[in-house]
């Protein structure tokens, strides 16, 4: 038995076909997708185009991401303001690139999921945690040890932290499979894994792969989502090309940036000027 197991494409669809037609070529029985289809990279529709080809042809089981709790809240909250901007353009691309049917699709799926057949040992899966799409399953997650000690399975797998990385607490183990599409370390080769299953037990094979980055990039342009949210992706197409991942921090001093020279800004309203400071602290 042989599933394997994708996270976090977040719209790399260049990759995910890479992963995709890896697996098929091992004979892969079954597919596990955890979420965050979408958002970071552009033309989410062929990422989208892909998953349900995918939903057609092969037996696959599907769970939502916290990005795509993100577009579905937005959806439900017509006053929260999304910008073209490095804070929320992105967002917004990817949330004007979506149809009915994968509004529908989020909606009809859960965060996290169990999977059982007669002959294997159960496990459960999710995008962050089996209770919230954002709970990052991390060391440093003071929660971590009672989440895995409670579990009622032997083995959990988590996304949503784009690394690929096994941890054991006793006789409960916890896999993260990396990200698909904006894969952190590994100089930015796409990750994901297949799980061998046997009646004792399921163990992982982690895969790193070379794929198509420079026609990624090239996407980026030909999208138009450049100006929308011009150093959110710069620091996506940073990632890209080599596994170090600075969104975060670099949002974070945007922030304090814009704290420290603005009266009465919050996000998303962070003037351009502040993202250009804290990208070149970052990137150089
Ligand atoms: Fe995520």
């Known amino acids: 038995m042989k599933i394997a197991v994708l996270g976090d494409i977040h719209s790399n669809h260049i990759a995910l076909e890479a992963c995709i037609n890896h697996a098929l070529e091992r004979k892969v029985d079954e597919f596990i997708f955890l979420g965050d289809y979408i958002s970071d990279c552009p033309y989410p529709q062929r990422t989208m185009r892909v998953i349900y080809e995918m939903m057609d042809k092969y037996r696959c089981h599907f769970i939502r991401g916290n990005r795509e709790d993100y577009m579905i809240n937005h959806r439900n909250q017509p006053g929260e303001r999304w910008t073209y901007s490095s804070a929320s353009g992105n967002l917004l691309y990817t949330y004007e690139n979506l149809t009915k049917k994968d509004f529908d699709f989020y909606e009809s799926i859960d965060i996290q999921g169990i ?100 026609t990624v990039k090239e996407e980026f342009v030909s999208s138009g989502i450049m100006e929308k949210a011009f150093y959110w992706s710069k620091l996506n197409l940073h990632t890209l090309y080599t596994g170090d991942d600075y969104t975060s921090p670099c949002l974070q001093l945007a922030k304090k940036l814009c704290e420290e020279g603005e009266e009465n800004v919050s996000w998303p309203d962070i003037p351009e000027k502040y993202w250009e400071m804290a990208f070149q602290n970052f990137i150089t």
């Open 115 to 214: 999977y059982i057949k007669e002959g294997y040992p159960a496990f459960r899966y999710c995008h962050g945690s089996l209770t919230s799409s954002t709970e990052l399953l991390k060391p440093e997650n003071e929660n971590l040890e009672s989440i895995m000690l409670n579990l009622d399975v032997d083995l959990l797998i988590g996304a949503h932290t784009h690394t690929q990385e096994v941890m054991q607490f006793g006789k409960k183990k916890l896999i993260h499979p990396g990200s698909v599409g904006i894969p952190w370390y590994h100089n930015g080769k796409t990750q994901y894994m297949i799980l061998h299953g046997t009646d004792k037990g399921w163990e992982e094979e982690f895969f790193q792969l070379e794929y198509d980055v420079d």
